[in-house]
């Protein structure tokens, strides 16, 4: 009780300083050990483990890409109840992303937009923190995504997810590929036509010389239309692709918005997004076979909301915005409620 108060006034005051500040600030005293103490039981939950994709999950609940983008902090996450880390946006090469001020607080909304543009340390880096945290610290059950990304100046976008998935393979426990951000030009061309299949050609390509083949997910955009969604479903269902991420940010500005830095360009994130994320999930859900599979993420910020999306048809949840405004505690709150609600019929 007295933990959960002290979680909660820690983070108004971090929600004090500038986004970005208090998004590095605590990325670092995570990767150093600053983790609260959270009790998290998890025999507790064993009735929402599961098996997604060939991975056991001890519960459903997930970090979105995005918050450790450089795998900098994965053993201190596990710590705040998180079941799986979605580690990434990683682009080949280190690149610093946009130009600052990228992120801001939409507070009277409980919403963020950025324009990060894939601020990333490249692949090498990534790789031996990911490398390091297995050796040791990994526990059983802990479960690594690396979301895969092309740096913005590439002359070929399809050979940096190339690259990725071969370096990566070995390391991680599925792999997503972002091709919905929209904060790199022209990336979200690559969720349509022949530019999707000229990606999957290459990645299923570069696979099948893999010796290791972790589940491979595709990240999209909330934006597309339903016809753009179920094309792509489409696509992916016949090459063999294991499921989506349903969805990144939006570009789109709903007229509830209140806060004065809505007309931020950038993604939209939070409860704002929650509608259409869900709307997107459902059309997938509708064209897909049961065994594609589909991690739902935008403006999850509750049980309720969770129950929701595993009811349209989603596998697994991921959140980010949520924790920001919500604090350490989010994940244990989340899974208490699902305990304690009743909410747990939900496969
Ligand atoms: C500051 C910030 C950075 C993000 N960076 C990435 C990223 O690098 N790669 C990615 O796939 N998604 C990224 N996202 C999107 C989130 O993973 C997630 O899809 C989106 O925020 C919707 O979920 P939410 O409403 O729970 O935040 C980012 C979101 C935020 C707020």
């Given at each position: ?39 998290i ?15 056991s ?9 995005g ?16 079941s ?15 130009d600052l001020?990228r ?5 009277e ?27 040791k610290?990994?526990k059983?059950g ?7 990304g ?14 990725g998935v ?26 349509e ?7 999957l ?18 990240k ?10 179920c ?6 269902v ?12 939006s ?7 209140s806060?004065?830095f809505?007309?931020?360009?950038g993604g ?26 589909i ?20 596998h697994l949840?991921?959140?980010y ?7 350490a ?5 989340i ?5 304690n ?5 939900c496969?």
């Amino acid at each position: 009780m007295l933990n959960n108060l002290i979680h909660r006034q820690s983070t108004r005051v971090l929600n004090l300083l500038p986004p970005e500040l208090a998004h590095n600030f605590v990325l670092w005293l995570l990767a150093r050990g600053f983790v609260p103490k959270l009790q998290i039981n998890p025999i507790m939950f064993s009735e929402v483990s599961r098996d997604v994709f060939g991975v056991s999950f001890s519960h459903p609940i997930g970090l979105a890409a995005g918050f450790d983008k450089d795998a900098r902090a994965i053993k201190n996450l596990f710590l705040l109840g998180f079941s799986f880390i979605e580690v990434g946006t990683v682009t080949p090469r280190p690149q610093f992303g946009n130009d600052l001020p990228r992120l801001y607080r939409l507070r009277e909304d409980c919403a963020l937009i950025n324009r990060m543009g894939f601020n990333s340390r490249g692949l090498n880096l990534v790789s031996r923190n990911i490398e390091t945290w297995r050796k040791k610290h990994y526990k059983p059950g802990q479960v690594i995504g690396v979301n895969l990304g092309a740096n913005k100046d590439t002359l070929d976008k399809v050979a940096d997810y190339v690259q990725g998935v071969k370096r990566i393979s070995d390391l991680a426990d599925y792999i997503t590929i972002n091709i919905s951000s929209p904060n790199t030009p022209g990336l979200r061309g690559l969720q349509e036509g022949d530019n999707l299949v000229r990606l999957l050609d290459a990645l299923n390509n570069i696979r099948a010389s893999c010796s290791k083949r972790p589940p491979l997910l595709f990240k999209i955009s909330p934006d597309l239309d339903q016809d753009s969604i179920c094309q792509l479903v489409n696509t992916c269902v016949n090459a063999g692709i294991d499921g989506l991420v349903v969805s990144n940010t939006s570009i789109s500005r709903p007229s509830t918005l209140s806060s004065k830095f809505s007309t931020e360009g950038g993604g939209l994130s939070g409860p704002p997004i929650s509608n259409l994320s869900r709307e997107a999930l459902k059309t997938v859900r509708k064209v897909a076979p049961d065994n594609f599979k589909i991690i739902s993420v935008g403006g999850i910020d509750s049980a309720e909301e969770a129950t929701r999306r595993f009811a349209d048809g989603a596998h697994l949840v991921q959140l980010y915005t949520s924790f920001i405004y919500s604090g350490a505690v989010v994940v244990k709150d989340i899974l208490d409620d699902m305990v304690n609600k009743g909410l747990l019929e939900c496969d």
